[in-house]
């Protein structure tokens, strides 16, 4: 029921429709919703237009005021009268919803033909609107139904959650029945029914978590059932296949680089090449060599820092128990000294971030530090290679890569003057050999 309006209110609207009745607008019809209909069972209909005025219920005790919505009357008149049947059909549970609608029922079995809507509203005035309906007789032509979700052909992994949406349309008819049954292996079968509205149109949707399968090669059907109101059926039907859910116990390595690109290596039961991902804190990776029982994920980008695992088949997620840790690539920030001979052997320190026992220091053209010993995260300490030129220093590691173009240079010198060696400079820059007699570096390393 409509809320009441106060009583003032009231009062004032009373008056006003009491005192100037010669003076107050018709009402003016526009369109009928729908205009057109089988007549194999009765429909809902919105009429629509303007200034439909309602009469108001006047309760003087409590000092309140409601809306009569029942006092708004409609008829079909036929176009063309017919000497055998009435021309003048009664439209039931007529309903004010607004200034601008009012809600009907078309009875059922309503003549073919073309109708005029007629509407009286509480003051015995009456507005007619010409050809607003027209009753198409019996109908043949059944509902259309189709499933969108999920696809056809679409794989589901066990305990996944199966959205189904399914729509139908009557056209100018009325649906009287949408079923949905669902068949997938040995589980045993459901059935949806969806609720309808009394109207041409409907949309049904549900979920329900994905059984397992029993046997490789499992299907589920899902078929949906349309019925309208002349008593013709419609079908269609999706199939999906049935997979188990992944089930991965591990994978390896559990850190990478910042960069991505680390090849990652699954250890597990059910993968299965093309349906599986694996995703990185949501972020998907690329996959190969993907088995039943293994696969290989090389990981996207991502800030430094532990995230969450996640491989999932037919929308079945799987999340491992340990994170993987995202590492930043070491850097070189500066060297001492900067400058040393040509043939090696130069005592450097070279500083930066993010520097890991398992960190190597090179240069450009790849020659490696020799006698590189870790000190800490910012410190490396070794001696130069032999070289030319200038060179870049570059840090890297198996874990966190390697930062392209964050190198620092370092100056070989070779020449000056007229291209001949300036022996005091080469004595003053070249150092002692600081291998051991044995060849390997100070402290016992290797070269």
Known sequence: MPPARSATAAMLLGAAAGCGLGSEPPAALV???PAFAYNDASVVANI???AFRPAYQFDTVAGSAEIEVGGFSATLVAGTPSPTTSDSFALTNVTWVSVGILSATVPSGLPSGQYDLVVGDPR???????RAFASLGIDTIPPTVTITSPA???PIGATAPVDVVVAADDGYGVL???QVPITAGTAAPRSQV?????GARASCLFSFPAPAPSTAGDTMFIDAQATGSGGLTQKTRVSVLMLPAPAPTGFSPVAGSTMGQTAVTFSGADFVDGTTTVAFDGQFATLYDVTPTSLTALTPPHAAGPVMVTVTTGGATATLTSPFTYLPPPTVREISPTSGPPSGFTPITIVGENFRASTTVITFDGKLLVCPTFV????????TPPGMGTESIEAADALGGAMPGAGVPFAYLTTVGDGGTDASIDAALRVAAP??????CPGGGGP
């Open 176 to 178: 009287t029945d949408l």
């Open 435 to 440: 291998l051991t007699p044995d060849g390997g």
């Open 31 to 33: 369109q009928m919703v």
């Open 124 to 130: 015995a005035h009456s507005t007619r609107l010409p």
């Open 152 to 154: 056809d052909g679409s």
């Open 194 to 198: 969806c609720s309808l509205t009394g």
């Open 376 to 383: 800490n995260a910012n410190r490396i300490q070794g001696f």
């Open 48 to 50: 629509y237009g303007s």
